[in-house]
């Protein structure tokens, strides 16, 4: 069994930063592939990064350039370092987990998930 939690989430401007946190329990933290998600009112939830348990890491068109993605096995945990923010950012963002080596952009694939952070993105 593995908890996620999540952190680092808020208010902030157009342009500006965040960094998502995501600390799991146990101690195989490192066979897991791991993602961030992240659902809008009204919106399915979508893809927004991955990272394999080889650090190979995976991006949505929408963020590609302003999100980086990394793990930090010792620590348990990964992050969601978000730049040059934009409105259409804003929504609850997710941290899951995959027994697979390898991320995966659909979201029934992970085995779990953390209770999410709002992310709101003023313009």
């Known amino acids: 069994q593995v908890q996620l939690v999540e952190s680092g989430g808020g208010l902030v401007q157009a342009e500006g930063s965040l960094r998502l946190s995501c600390a799991a329990s146990g101690r195989t933290f490192s066979s897991y592939a791991m993602a961030w998600f992240r659902q809008a009112p009204g919106k399915e939830r979508e893809f927004v990064s991955g990272?394999?348990?080889?650090?190979?890491?995976y991006y949505s068109d929408s963020v590609k350039g302003r999100f980086t993605i990394s793990r930090d096995n010792a620590k348990n945990t990964v992050y969601l370092q978000m730049s040059s923010l934009k409105s259409e950012d804003t929504a609850v963002y997710y941290c899951a987990a995959s027994m697979k080596p390898q991320p995966h952009r659909t979201y029934s694939m992970y085995d779990y998930w953390g209770q999410g952070t709002q992310v709101t993105v003023s313009s």
């Open positions: 990272i394999s348990t080889r650090r190979i890491t």
